[in-house]
C-alpha cells in the first residue's frame, strides 16, 4: 500500500506520528469509511472521510478494511520447555502475519504456569522476543487451589482447567470435589475460569471397552460427543451452586453450544469459544488428512458444524480462539493413538474464518461479516478477560493496534507462507478470501505484506499488559474478596 513521508510542518500545524486514511473502519456496530490517526503509539483521533491531516507517515488503504488489532485468547506459544514444536519469536511472527496484535497463552507448558511468580518468570522469558503484546491464563495442579487467592489482575484474571487430559495436558481435575474446590476458590479470586470440558471418565470407560483407536476413521467414535456434553452438564451444576464465571473453551458439538446458549440466556455466568478448525473441518476430513486436523476435541460432524456457524453469527459464541498448538511433523507422523492433538492456527485465523463466513453467509456483506469478526476477535475478548481499557476497539485513547484486510484477495496458502516453527500448516492448499496486507501493534508496524509478496516484520518489543480486574457477575450479586484485601 502507498506510503508517504510529510514534508516538515510549520511550528502551528499538528502532525501525528502515523495517519492511516482511505479505509473501512470495522467494529462490532459496523463500518464506515474514515482513517486513524495515531500519536505516541495511541490512537489519537478517528478520522472522517477525505480527512488527511500532517503526519511523519501516511498509508493509504486503497478502500480496504480496517480491523482492530485481533486478539487471540488461547495460544499455546510452547516456551518454555516444548520450544522444539515452537517457540515465542516463530509464533509470534505467525500471529502478525494473521493480523493478530495480543495473544492470551495457555498455562500447560514445561514446566507450567500455576501461581503468580510463575507468571513474572515467563513474562522476563519472553520480552524481547515478541513482536505481539501478551497476557497468561493460570493453570491449576493438585488437589489444592490456594495459590490462586494470591494472584492480582497484573498476572492474570483468568486459570485454565483441563477435564481430559492428552500429551502436553497432563494436569487433569478427575475428582469432583477437587472440582468444586477450585469452582469456590476461583469464585473467591474473582477469577474466571476457562474449561476443556470434556469428561476424562467417559473416555477412560469406552477405552477400557474399545481399546485405542487404530485409524484416523474411528478417532471422533473414539472421543466422542458424550465426553463433552456430560462435561458441560457437570460445569453448569456447578456454575449454578458456585456463581463462578466459565468460558468454555474450543465447544465442538451442536449439543454443548444448545446447553451453554441455554443457560447464559437463565442468567449464568456463562460463555463459550468456537475455534476456526472445528468451523472449517469435519470428521471426514480427519478420515482424509489423519493427524494434521487430529484434535481434542475432536472434530465433528457437519451439522455440528452449521450449529457452531450458526452461534457465530448469532452472537451466541463470546470468542473465537485459534488454539494454535503445534506439533513438528514427525509427532504427527506417530500411529493414531500417539499422535498429539493440535495444530497451528493463529495465522490462519482471520482468512479461514472470513472465508468460511464468505461461503456460510454469502448474501451477507463483507462489512457485516467483518464486524462479526471484530466482536468474536477483538472487542469480546477484550472485555471477557479485562483488556478493553487498552485493546479490541478503533477508539481515541485505546492503544494503535490495527489490522489492514484486502477482503477481496483471493490466494492460496503454501508451505512459504507459513511463519510457525513447525512449518505445516492444515490450511496449505486452500483458496482462502481475505488476506492481511499490515499488522501495526502500538503505533509501530509489525508486519507488512510487500508487493513482491515477501512478508516483513517489525521488532519485537511486545509488552506484558497489565488488566483490569474482572467485574463480578455471580448469579446472587455477591462481590468477590477484593484483590489485595486478604
Known amino acids: 500500500m502507498p506510503e508517504t513521508v510529510s514534508a516538515p510542518r510549520t511550528a502551528a500545524e499538528p502532525r501525528y506520528d502515523l495517519v492511516v486514511t482511505g479505509v473501512r473502519l470495522v467494529t462490532p456496530e459496523g463500518v464506515a469509511p474514515g482513517g486513524i490517526a495515531v500519536t505516541g503509539g495511541v490512537i489519537a483521533r478517528v478520522l472522517g472521510p477525505g480527512e488527511r491531516p500532517p503526519a511523519a507517515r501516511t498509508v493509504d488503504g486503497g478502500g480496504r478494511h480496517l480491523l482492530p488489532g485481533l486478539i487471540d485468547s488461547h495460544v499455546h506459544f510452547r516456551t518454555p520447555g516444548l520450544t522444539h514444536k515452537e517457540d515465542w519469536a516463530h509464533a509470534s511472527r505467525a500471529a502478525v502475519a494473521g493480523g493478530v496484535t495480543t495473544v492470551i497463552d495457555m498455562p500447560n507448558t514445561v514446566p507450567p504456569l500455576l501461581t503468580a511468580a510463575d507468571a513474572h518468570r515467563r513474562a ?45 495436558a497432563p494436569n487433569v481435575v478427575r475428582d469432583p470435589v ?101 468451523l472449517s473441518f469435519t470428521a471426514a476430513d480427519t478420515a482424509r488428512m489423519g493427524a494434521r486436523v487430529r484434535l481434542s476435541p475432536a472434530i465433528r460432524d457437519v451439522p455440528d458444524q452449521h450449529r457452531l456457524w450458526e452461534a457465530v453469527r448469532k452472537g451466541q459464541a463470546a470468542t473465537l480462539g485459534s488454539d494454535h498448538a503445534p506439533h513438528v511433523l514427525a509427532e504427527k507422523l506417530r500411529p493414531p493413538a500417539d499422535a498429539p492433538p493440535g495444530l497451528p492456527g493463529v495465522q490462519e485465523m482471520l482468512p479461514a474464518v472470513f472465508t468460511g463466513l464468505r461461503r456460510h453467509t454469502p448474501l451477507e456483506s463483507a462489512d457485516a461479516q467483518l464486524s462479526c469478526i471484530a466482536r468474536l476477535l ?22 494503535a493496534d490495527l489490522t489492514l484486510f484486502d477482503a477481496d484477495e483471493r490466494w492460496m496458502l503454501g508451505p512459504g507462507d507459513v511463519q510457525s516453527k513447525c512449518g505445516w500448516s492444515a490450511y496449505e492448499g486452500w483458496t482462502l478470501t481475505g488476506r492481511v496486507r499490515l499488522t501495526v501493534r502500538r503505533g509501530e508496524t509489525v508486519y507488512e505484506l510487500g508487493p513482491d509478496g515477501a512478508a516483513r516484520f517489525g521488532r519485537p518489543d511486545g509488552q506484558w499488559l497489565d488488566a483490569r480486574a474482572p467485574v463480578a457477575d455471580g448469579r446472587d450479586g455477591r462481590e468477590p474478596v477484593p484483590r489485595g484485601a486478604r
Request: avoid cysteine.
Open 124 to 168: 522476563e522469558q519472553i520480552t524481547g522476543r515478541s513482536l505481539v503484546d501478551f497476557r497468561f491464563h493460570l493453570g491449576v495442579a493438585g488437589d489444592d487451589p490456594s495459590p490462586l487467592l494470591e494472584v492480582t489482575a497484573r498476572e492474570a484474571t483468568s486459570v485454565k482447567v483441563f477435564l481430559a487430559g492428552h500429551h502436553t
Open 178 to 278: 477437587a472440582l468444586d474446590r477450585i469452582f469456590g476458590t476461583a469464585r473467591e479470586a474473582g477469577l474466571r475460569l476457562l474449561l476443556h470440558a470434556e469428561d476424562d471418565g467417559v473416555f477412560a470407560l469406552l477405552d477400557r471397552w474399545r481399546g485405542e483407536p487404530r485409524a484416523y476413521r474411528d478417532y471422533e467414535r473414539f472421543r466422542p460427543r458424550t465426553g463433552a456434553i456430560a462435561a458441560v452438564a457437570r460445569v453448569l451444576e456447578r456454575v449454578a451452586t458456585h456463581g463462578t464465571a466459565v468460558h468454555v473453551l474450543h465447544v465442538s458439538t451442536e449439543q454443548e453450544a444448545d446447553l451453554l446458549t441455554a443457560a447464559a440466556h437463565a442468567g449464568l455466568p456463562v460463555t463459550f469459544e468456537v475455534t476456526p478448525h472445528h
Open 378 to 399: 477483538a472487542s469480546g475478548p477484550a472485555e471477557l478477560f479485562g483488556l478493553d481499557g487498552r485493546k479490541g476497539r478503533l477508539r481515541a485513547g485505546l492503544d
